[in-house]
């Protein structure tokens, strides 16, 4: 079910389909602030969208050389991964002896 919002305003008439989870999110945030749908609506859209001009700055990954060697095959780096661990903890089994 989807429901449909017509907002009509001296300057702007704007038709909006909401998902019926988020329709009904806004009906229980304007009955708890005991304020209009549309009133609802504007408040929302206005904090999330003052949300986003906070400053915030783009997540940037840091990324860096592996140092692969030629022949290592990443396609299947949780298994290389896995065999180096199994290695070393043999190597770490042995100087115990």
């Not at 019926?20 to 945030?29: G, Q, S, Y």
């Amino acid at each position: 079910m989807q429901l449909t919002c017509c907002c009509y305003d001296a300057s702007v008439r704007t038709t909006v389909t909401l998902e019926p989870d988020i329709a009904a999110r806004l009906n229980r945030l304007a009955v708890e602030r005991g304020t209009s749908f549309k009133a609802t609506i504007n408040a929302t859209l206005r904090a999330g969208l003052d949300a986003g001009d906070a400053g915030s700055k783009p997540y940037r990954e840091v990324t860096r050389n592996l140092g692969l060697q030629p022949g290592i095959d990443l396609t299947k780096a949780l298994r290389l991964a896995a065999e180096l661990e199994d290695e070393e903890t043999v190597r770490k089994l042995e100087l115990r002896k």
